[in-house]
């Protein structure tokens, strides 16, 4: 059983296209995240979520909204994409904020 | 913010070498967690550790919290080890995770 799940993997699309990525945990915790990890492997947050509610946006353009139907999914959408929006995009949940995080696999994201 | 520093940026060892690895925060933290990142690009739960001491297997990991640091320890060490080690923390309130720079560790046979 896969804690944390994303879908896709990979996802290759066109400049100004739009697109989503789906996150699901099995784990039963309150927070989820949206983490970025940029071609020097940089890992940033971008969202947080506590029992579907955002707790942190750090500074990421309005063209990314997360989504939190339930507090087991976060899903990010992005309009309008960008090269430079190219990296890896990893959820994350904790059973609260401060308790240990566990990543899924992350979705390898390239904008053409 | 909270700054996080990883040393060595990179680290080549011959199969079977120990090694150790550190991360320096300039806050205090009530999370701290060293992560693996293997070749596939999957980060892998090494420790949750904001004090104090752990063991798992070939891996320990040691936070000092008073002094702002944590070190991992790797002994023996074995191919599949090589990928890139970070270390994350979050410090009261903020809940999110701040991470390293990273360790680039390459294991030869």
């Known amino acids: 059983d896969t804690a944390v799940s994303q879908t896709p993997k990979y996802l290759v699309t066109q400049m100004g296209n739009d697109k989503s990525i789906k996150c699901e945990q099995n784990?039963?915790?309150?927070?989820m995240y949206w983490y970025k990890q940029d071609s020097k492997k940089f890992l940033k947050i971008m969202f947080s979520y506590n029992n579907k509610e955002l707790i942190i946006n750090e500074t990421v353009p309005n063209r990314f909204s997360p989504k939190s139907p339930d507090k087991a999914h976060l899903n990010l959408h992005i309009n309008s994409l960008e090269l430079g929006d190219s990296a890896v995009y990893f959820c994350a949940s904790s059973q609260v904020a401060g308790a240990e995080a566990f990543f899924g696999q992350g979705t390898r994201l390239t904008v053409v | 913010g909270i700054q996080v520093e990883q040393s060595p940026p990179d680290l080549i060892l011959q199969e079977g070498a120990n090694s150790t690895l550190r991360c320096n925060f300039s806050d205090s933290v009530n999370n701290l967690q060293w992560f693996h990142q293997n070749p596939w690009g999957q980060l892998i739960n090494l420790f949750y550790?904001?004090?104090g001491t752990k063991q798992n297997g070939r891996l320990s990991a040691t936070t000092v919290a008073t002094e702002r640091y944590s070190l991992l320890y790797i002994s023996s060490s074995q191919t599949t080890d090589s990928g890139v080690y970070f270390c994350?923390?979050?410090?009261?309130?903020?809940?999110?995770?701040?991470f390293g720079t990273g360790t680039r560790l390459t294991i030869i046979p």
């Open positions: 994350a923390v979050e410090i009261l309130g903020n809940e999110k995770l701040t």
């Open positions: 784990l039963g915790h309150d927070t």
């Open positions: 550790i904001p004090s």
